[in-house]
């Protein structure tokens, strides 16, 4: 069964997302970041592909995509909160983002 991420791991879990970009939210428990691509279609391809993983793991982020941008909120909807599937989707989006 899935958790919320517990305090004491956070540090050592959210230390490489947030030298990436990443941030925590201001006012949920949640991670956010702007992903830029050189056009709408690398953005949207990789929309797609990180889309696959998020439907594999049943995880799905909140997103928008405007253009070459993609804004992303991690967040665990059953307790509302950050879980280790926050994690791992964050790391999976950080290495789809550089290939």
């Given at each position: 069964?899935?958790?919320?991420l517990?305090?004491?791991?956070?540090?050592?879990?959210?230390?490489?997302?947030?030298?990436?970009?990443?941030?925590?939210?201001?006012?949920?428990?949640?991670?956010?970041?702007?992903?830029?691509?050189?056009?709408?279609?690398?953005?949207?391809?990789?929309?797609?592909?990180?889309?696959?993983?998020?439907?594999?793991?049943?995880?799905?982020?909140?997103?928008?995509?405007?253009?070459?941008?993609?804004?992303?909120?991690?967040?665990?909807?059953?307790?509302?909160?950050?879980?280790?599937?926050?994690?791992?989707?964050?790391?999976?989006?950080?290495t789809?983002?550089?290939?």
């Open positions: 069964m899935m958790k919320k517990p305090f004491g791991e956070r540090d050592v879990s959210l230390a490489p997302l947030l030298e990436n970009g990443w941030v925590l939210h201001s006012e949920r428990d949640a991670l956010v970041k702007e992903f830029k691509f050189k056009s709408f279609i690398d953005a949207f391809g990789w929309m797609t592909r990180v889309a696959i993983w998020a439907e594999k793991w049943n995880h799905h982020p909140e997103w928008s995509n405007v253009y070459s941008r993609v804004h992303v909120t991690l967040i665990t909807h059953d307790f509302d909160g950050l879980s280790d599937l926050d994690i791992k989707l964050a790391r999976k989006m950080e789809m983002s550089s290939n």
